[in-house]
Structures are given as C-alpha cells and as structure tokens.
C-alpha cells in the first residue's frame, strides 16, 4: 500500500520525538504536519528541485499544431520540462524528434523530415509545438513535474518510494523547530544529505530516458540531450 501524508507526518512526530511510536497524532497536530509539508514541496519546487519519475500528460490530437500544460492550459498541470513527446493513433506509436527553436521553423518550414516538436522552456503555461500537427489519436508528452500540494492526509505520496525517507527526515527537521524538540543528528544528517543529492541531480538534468514507443517495446534507449542510444 503506498504511503500517506499521514505516515510521513507521524514518522517525521516520532524522529523528532513529539510523539511516541504508535501515539496518534491530535487532528490539529495533524494539519500543522501536512501543510508544513505543503510548504516544503513549494520550496523545493520554487527552487527547481523536482522527482525525476516522470508523469505522462495527454490531449487528444485534433489537428492543432501545439499544447499549452499549466493554468488555463489545453492540458492540467504544472511542470519543469519535457522529456519526450508522441502521438497514439490505435496501435501505432510516433515518437517525435526533439529540436530547437531555429530547426523546428526551419523544418515545419519546409514540410518534410521526421515528426518533431520544440518545447517552450519558461513560463506557464508551458507551450509545446508538434509538426506536423497530429489530426488524430493522442498526444502523450512524458514530462518532469513539480511536487504538487497533497490535499490531504489520507492521500498517497505520489514520487516513489525512494523518496519517503528524505521528506520524513526533512519535514521532521521542521517539525521540531515548530515543537521546539530535537530531531536527532541521524535524521538532520539524513535529510542534509538527501536533499543536496536531490538538488546535485536537479542541476546535472536527469538521466538517460526512453523514447515512450522504446518503453512499450524494451528495444533501446536515447538519450534527448546528446541524442546517442
């Protein structure tokens, strides 16, 4: 069963010692843990710090040449950039070539060559082109996304697993300063330690990923940045 806020807030209570293990936390302790919660996936977002596991975002094709993801968007959502872009059409899978700017309008230009799309890379909403425009079928972009506030504390963690300790120890950092308890030097080195990874991850770019038909198959990968598989 995948973890709660509700676990990582009574965890991140036992590591800094306001709560006994197996002591429930009060509904108004409760609510002070998850919206400090909330507000530490809103630092890490607004500093650039985001879960490499990828979400898949979809429109339905219907012959526009872009999507916009964010705000007042074609699709919901906010995110930190595009990974990969293709188009479902029944059983077939077209994988579009990512390039810049200058060669998307010199390519959709000339009306010939391999699909392609350029993403906009600031502001929100976030705009991605596609070429030739898809009249058809779905467009699915794989993209990286902030962490998003969790409503509440019986919802899921949506990263992966490997992700549960970091905010346990880092929310229970601030937890402490709130309760004017000690968190313990284990979970403060803990939480120091996951956090400069997560930022030394965030600044070299994610690794090597797969085009989404390759990830249906298992036959190769490339990787978007050096465009080598």
């Known amino acids: 069963m995948p973890a709660t806020a509700y676990d990582i807030v009574v965890g991140a209570l036992q590591r800094c010692k306001v709560y006994a293990i ?13 919206r400090t919660l909330n507000m530490m996936r809103a630092q890490m977002s607004a500093e650039g710090v985001a879960c490499f596991g990828l979400q898949e975002l979809t429109a339905s094709a219907d012959g526009a040449s872009s999507y916009t993801v964010g705000t007042g968007g074609d699709i919901a959502g906010r995110i930190l950039g595009v990974r990969s872009v293709s188009i479902l059409d029944g059983d077939t899978v077209t994988a579009l070539d990512e390039v810049t700017l200058d060669e998307f309008r010199l390519l959709a230009a000339a009306e010939s060559g391999s699909p392609i799309y350029w993403a906009q890379k600031q502001g929100e909403p976030y705009s991605v082109y596609l070429w030739p425009a898809p009249a058809s079928g779905t467009v699915r972009i794989l993209a990286r996304t902030t962490f998003a506030n969790i409503a509440h504390l019986s919802d899921s963690i949506p990263e992966p697993d490997e992700y549960l300790e970091m ?39 994610p690794p090597p990923l797969l085009h989404i038909d390759e990830m249906l198959t298992g036959t190769a990968y490339i990787d978007h940045d050096t465009e080598e598989r």
């Not at 929310?171 to 990874?197: H, I, N, Q, W």
């Open 22 to 34: 197996g002591e429930p936390p009060t509904a108004a302790v409760g609510q002070i843990g998850l």
């Open 167 to 205: 905010f346990e120890c880092m929310l229970a950092v601030r937890m402490a300063d709130k309760f004017g308890s000690d968190p313990g030097s284990s979970t403060v080195a803990t939480a120091e330690r996951a956090y400069a990874a997560l930022r030394a991850r965030a600044n070299s770019g």
